[in-house]
């Protein structure tokens, strides 16, 4: 079993990255999960909430309340499924444009101040080791 070591360094590392992210995504105003469909609804045309669960890995039940609280504070909107009339299509309103093009770039430079302890060539044998270990699972 000498593979736990391994289990418990990704898992403390993930816990230690998101606990230094989710300090500055809390200073920014918004839960780590509304920052999340920020990001991915930023820049991109609108998705289905399908397509935005499996681009955030976000659950459904935690999803539907998410978009709810963020629809309300006129982050997103919804907009008809021309494609199915069952479902909607998930945009940024021009307020969460507006606010994706503020604090994604903030906090990419916040965590740029941590990544930056790491040198070009530390940062790519670790992206290296992270993809042999993902492939095992595929």
Known sequence: MNFMSLMKE???TYQAFEGYSASHVKQLG???TQFDILATLGNQ???TCTELGERTLIL???MTGVLERMEAKGLIK????QADGRSYM???TKSGDKLFKKIFPEHLQYLE???SRLSKKEIEQAVKALREV???FN
Do not use: C, E, Q, R
């Open 10 to 12: 990704l898992a403390s």
């Open 90 to 92: 998930i945009g940024l």
């Open 134 to 136: 993902k492939a095992v």
């Open 78 to 81: 919804k907009i008809p499924n």
């Open 60 to 62: 459904k039940g935690t």
């Open 30 to 32: 918004l839960t780590t």
């Open 45 to 47: 045309p609108p998705m």
């Open 113 to 115: 101040l941590a990544f």
